[in-house]
């Protein structure tokens, strides 16, 4: 497999405006819908009255509990059969209409009436009642080995800390949308999703019907950050039912407020870490999360997880539990679990690194684990070691204490942490097929977020079969394609390159005997080995002779061939080897202490995550996910009113994320590895960037002003330090 | 989003504007970058929209030491024209630290002037505050508050005015011409707003129908070569001021002979800080007198919960804004 900063497949399609996004798909006599939302947090919907609606123009008809009826009972679908309210903002109804203006309109004729009960709007609201979830993800929630409560009482130091983290949202720039419709008993569902047949297992499910007569589409998708990772949001079936009611295709697009309360959040942890160290190594962890989920629904990010394997330690203890708030629901969002917990356990280490009078980085290095302890299987492989090294040449690490450290009103702080997130794969299946012109069409289910997929499903069957990228097409996005993984957990170029692998090794097996089968043509005779393909000829490795794979076909298989790949998912019970990816992020940090301000000046991080397929689409991956890594750390958080439990400030106006110019420059290493256990040595890199910068950037900010922050966002309030002239005071 | 529909009207003259814009239900809309967020959101529904933004307000001239700004010109056309930038640079610093090149690119004077707080709770419809529904209650005051003022408040209402371009022009003793079917009259620049009342807080003195036609500024470019915007923010650009500080000094031979101070992000209403002022006027620059400076502008400060940070932040502005412009640390 060769690296190819091949520009995205789509890139053109997109700067030109041809990608049509799935919210852009106007049938004729399209509906548009928007919900109605329930003002309390708590309580119960006592009623719609719709009398006035009805008269309004462009109306076409009012979705609600009572048309839920219809669908199967289940998880997917209890937030709109039941009239019990959860959060507020919560849908109770849905209204279309000819147009979205007249929706809006009828939907402000529409009365509801709640009744409220006391609502619990926050997570120490609540602590006493926390619950422990068994499972995390796939780990479990609480761990233990060794004995943690004698190696803390050995310990020649310990770190004690509590760590806390705020709620974040997605927002990605496309918001969720669904256009659909009937086609007799089959549905049509085109929606920005990044998991198009877990989309269709819930509709099938909800709608009692087979998963065939469903079609579900999303092709083209601005983001999702897992916010869109499965069905979240169950108003789309309400979309469903009311084009089913009025026979014409229906349209909801939640607006950018709504992305705050109806398709999930980064959750809100209060983290109580403790290190033991004897002879600066790790002798004891314990790591005990308690994190906010919403009334309806369990979620737990698996925040402590990591802490049971990122170093070496024989004790450690870790737990969960959750507290139910009338909030919205928590979901993964980028990084879940290794961005809150590796703040806490980072930033540990760090203060650990000073109170022992090591270098953070010697720390890290010092309690590197070989293995991974907590299974007690070997890496698949494993290049922190070099991705601390390579990083902190290119960032200067080592003199950077020599380094002036004002700059103008800036004082200047330095700090480094590791980020980690597993290697795992999903089952996929593949479809590759080479037309006669030996031009390839690449087929599978699945999405590309604006990650890349697209570019990434051409390259592999483009390499295999020595086919220039201009001749490929790819086909993504909808359920007609053969089935493939849903777009999170940083799997999909992991899952998609075994099943594309797959197909390609069969057309070339194929051709291979193709050309060595015609005694006159000019491989007659050559054995598959000694054959390779390569700007669209097969070559023999051992005599000059070629042929051109068109004529090849030409020849013998004129229309063409098609051949189709499967691969299965990461079986963790029997899994040989833990797959995990790496980095280490170094970060410059500026802080005017006497304003409060701070500012991420230069980043370096140095990445292993296997064999890296496109190095520019890596690159934008890594970026992208270290500038949501500085959101996390110096802006987002979602405010609630406490009194109400209403977001505040729903709009990019109020939320902040990183503007360019907080964008510093990254300088991005990556560190390729062979990896004998994952097919084509490939890791997903679209977490890694999420995470362990925070950690870095509080680092920086003790190692500028000699505080220590222990919550996200680091605000103004945070760094303000003695006002400018202090002598004076 | 999309609110209820309501008929516009173009209006091309200012009479015209001002015979509409009277009528119950109606309101102005200039760039609209406000408005719409407002009447997204249910917030603003009115019966009538009143389009001034082509009403031939947007001129910009300078004579005499008079600065003109026609109210409906753009914030980038009138931080981009040289009058401004050679002889108010303070009005162009504080312009194009506001929202974004974009925004900027469509508000008007006037609608900077007259948008309204950001205070979360006045932009939630269905939270109890006094400013959007009066006597609905204050929920910010035991809420969530960090964007709250440190001055002028009521026990009914403690927003902030979001605008930058207010506190410049409130250091230079702005004077605001608006227009309405009785005629025209001319007010300071703070007196353009209201503080807030117990279970009521109006932001404008206007009445309704009121158009502002022009700002203007006299004998003030003798501050153009020290004059400075300090805006403190929890990114490097696009946010509101978390507290910002518009200064302006004259010194002559080694003397502070005027002084101009006003303060964002802190009160109803951009906060001239004339105690700070006085404190500096006949001294020499230095640390000495930017720390009194300093400490007479927090003096009276009452903070809430969430807030408190404002007040040392404020007086480090202050000294800071003043060491910029005052050739001293
Ligand atoms: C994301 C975002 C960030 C922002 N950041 C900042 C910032 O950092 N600093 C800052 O100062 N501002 C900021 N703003 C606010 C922005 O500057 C204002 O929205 C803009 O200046 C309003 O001008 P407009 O012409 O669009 O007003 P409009 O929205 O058209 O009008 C606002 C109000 O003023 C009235 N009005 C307008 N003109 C007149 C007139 N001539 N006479 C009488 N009434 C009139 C209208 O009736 C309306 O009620 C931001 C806005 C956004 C959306
Ligand atoms: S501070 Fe003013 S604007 Fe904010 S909620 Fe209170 S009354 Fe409303």
Redo the contacts with the bound molecule.
């Keep these: 497999m060769n690296a190819h900063s091949h520009a995205r497949y789509e890139a053109l399609l997109k700067v030109t405006g041809q990608a049509r996004f799935e919210g852009e798909i106007a049938p004729a006599g399209l509906l548009h819908a928007t919900l109605i939302e329930a003002p309390i947090a708590c309580g119960e919907l006592v009623s719609v009255d719709a009398v006035e609606a009805p008269t309004r123009p462009g109306f076409a008809t009012l979705v609600t509990h009572d048309d839920s009826a219809s669908l199967k009972s289940s998880a997917a679908t209890t937030l709109i059969r039941e009239t019990a309210i959860h959060f507020h903002g919560q849908p109770v109804a849905l209204v279309a209409a000819s147009t979205l203006a007249e929706a809006h309109d009828a939907a402000r004729a529409v009365r509801i009436a709640t009744a409220a009960r006391p609502a619990v709007t926050q997570m120490d609201q609540a602590l006493g009642a926390a619950i422990a979830p068994e499972m995390v993800g796939r780990f479990p929630a609480a761990t233990r080995r060794g004995d943690v409560a004698t190696a803390l009482g050995e310990a020649e130091l310990v770190i004690r800390n509590r760590y806390s983290t705020q709620v974040n949202n997605h927002h990605p720039m496309e918001p969720h949308v669904v256009v659909c419709w009937w086609e007799g008993p089959k549905a049509v569902v085109h929606t920005s999703t990044q998991a198009i047949f877990a989309t269709r297992a819930t509709i099938a499910q909800a709608f009692d019907m087979p998963p065939r007569n469903i079609r579900v589409l999303a092709r083209f998708l601005g983001g999702g950050f897992g916010c869109k990772g499965q069905l979240w949001w169950p108003w789309m079936f309400w979309a469903m039912l009311a084009s089913r009611k009025t026979g014409r295709p229906v349209r909801l697009e939640l607006s950018r407020a709504q992305m705050f309360t109806l398709v999930g959040r980064r959750q809100q942890t209060e983290q109580d870490l403790a290190l033991g160290f004897a002879n600066g190594r790790l002798t004891a962890i314990t790591h005990d999360v308690v994190a906010q989920t919403s009334a309806h629904t369990d979620y737990s990010d698996s925040t402590a997880v990591y802490s049971r394997l990122l170093y070496a330690c024989p004790n450690v203890s870790t737990t969960h539990r959750l507290v139910r708030t009338n909030e919205p629901q928590p979901v993964p969002m980028r990084a879940p679990g290794t961005a809150p917990g590796t703040f806490a356990l980072e930033s540990a280490m760090d203060e650990a690194a000073e109170r022992l009078g090591l270098d953070p980085l010697d720390l890290r290095v010092k309690n590197f684990a070989d293995h991974d302890q907590e299974t007690g299987r070997p890496w698949s492989s494993n290049s922190l070691l070099s991705c601390y090294r390579v990083g902190a040449e290119r960032f200067g690490w080592a003199d950077r204490q020599k380094r002036k450290k004002r700059d103008g009103r800036w004082t200047i702080g330095f700090g480094m942490a590791t980020t980690l997130y597993p290697a795992i794969r999903q089952a996929c299946r593949a479809r590759v097929r080479l037309n006669g012109d030996a031009s390839l069409v690449v087929q599978c289910g699945t999405q590309d977020m604006g990650s890349g997929t697209y570019t990434a499903l051409g390259q592999i069957a483009a390499d295999a079969l020595g086919i220039p990228m201009a001749k490929v097409t790819v086909e993504l996005g909808d359920t007609w394609l053969p089935d493939g993984p849903f777009s999170g957990g940083s799997q999909v170029t992991a899952s998609i390159f075994p099943a594309v692998q797959s197909a390609t090794a069969q057309l070339r097996a194929m051709l291979a005997s193709m050309a060595a089968s015609d005694a006159n043509g000019p491989l007659g005779g050559k054995t598959s080995d000694d054959l390779d393909f390569e700007g669209e000829l097969i070559r023999s490795r051992s005599s000059n002779a070629a042929e051109r794979l068109s004529d090849v076909l030409a020849r013998t298989a004129p229309d063409g061939l098609v051949a189709e790949g499967e691969s299965a998912a990461t079986d963790h019970p029997k899994l040989a080897a833990t797959g995990m990816g790496h980095g280490a992020v170094f970060v410059e940090i500026g802080v005017d202490s006497a304003l409060g301000e701070i500012r991420v000046r230069r980043v370096c991080a140095a990445f292993a995550a296997g064999r890296i397929l496109n190095p520019l689409l890596a690159r934008s991956q890594y970026v992208g996910g270290l500038i949501g890594g500085i959101g996390m750390a110096l802006h987002e958080q979602t405010l609630t009113d406490r009194a109400t439990g209403c977001i505040l400030g729903k709009?990019?106006?109020d939320y902040l994320i990183p503007v360019h110019a907080d964008m510093p420059e990254f300088d991005i290493a990556m560190i390729e590895e062979d990896d004998p256990h994952l097919p084509g040595s490939v890791k997903g890199i679209g977490m890694l960037g999420s995470a362990g910068i925070q950690a870095a950037i509080a680092s920086a900010v003790h190692d500028a002003i000699g505080k220590r922050i222990r919550h996200l966002p680091i605000r103004i309030e945070d760094c303000l330090g003695p006002a400018c002239d202090t002598a004076q005071r | 989003m999309s609110g209820p529909s309501f008929h516009y009207i173009e209006a091309t003259r200012l009479d015209d504007a001002l015979a509409q814009?009277a009528r119950h239900g109606a309101?102005?809309?200039?760039?609209?970058?406000?408005?719409?967020?407002?009447w997204k959101t249910g917030l603003?529904a009115p019966k009538t929209v009143?389009d001034?933004?082509r009403?031939p307000?947007a001129e910009i001239s300078y004579a005499g030491d008079t600065l003109s700004l026609g109210?409906?010109s753009?914030?980038s056309d009138v931080a981009a024209h040289p009058d401004v930038k050679i002889h108010h640079p303070l009005i162009a610093d504080?312009?194009l630290?506001?929202?974004?090149g974009q925004?900027?690119n469509?508000?008007?004077?006037?609608?900077?002037?007259?948008?309204?707080t950001?205070c979360p709770y006045f932009r939630s419809a269905g939270l109890a505050c006094n400013k959007r529904a009066p006597g609905s209650g204050c929920g910010a005051r035991d809420g969530e508050n960090r964007h709250a003022a440190l001055f002028g408040t009521s026990s009914g209402c403690v927003a902030t005015h979001?605008?930058?371009?207010?506190v410049a022009l409130a250091a230079l003793d702005a004077e605001i011409v608006?227009a309405s079917a009785a005629g025209e009259r001319r007010l300071r620049l703070p007196d353009l707003y209201l503080l807030p009342a117990p279970t009521t807080a109006p932001d404008s003195s206007?009445a309704d129908g009121?158009?502002?036609?022009a700002i203007s500024i006299h004998d003030a470019c003798r501050f153009a070569p020290r004059s400075t915007y300090l805006?403190i923010?929890d990114r490097a650009s696009?946010?509101?001021?978390v507290v910002s500080v518009a200064a302006a000094l004259q010194i002559e031979d080694g003397v502070i002979t005027a002084a101009r101070l006003a303060a964002?992000g802190v009160a109803p209403l951009p906060w001239r800080l004339h105690g700070s002022e006085a404190a500096l006027v006949g001294r020499a620059p230095g640390k000495a007198a930017f720390a009194a400076a300093g400490d007479l502008a927090i003096e009276g400060a009452t903070p809430l919960a969430k807030n408190a940070f404002k007040i040392p932040l404020l007086r480090s502005a202050v000294i800071r804004a003043l060491q910029t412009i005052g050739g001293v640390s």
């Excluded at chain 2, 979001?162 to 207010?166: R, V």
């Excluded at chain 2, 009121?210 to 036609?213: F, K």
């Design positions: 709009s990019f106006a | 814009g309101t102005y809309v200039a760039g609209g970058t406000d408005f719409l967020q407002l603003a009143i001034i933004c009403l307000l109210a409906l753009r914030l504080a312009i630290a506001s929202a974004s925004l900027r469509m508000a008007t004077l006037g609608g900077n002037l007259l948008q309204r950001r979001a605008s930058d371009l207010a608006v206007l009121d158009v502002i036609t805006k923010r696009f946010e509101f001021a964002g």
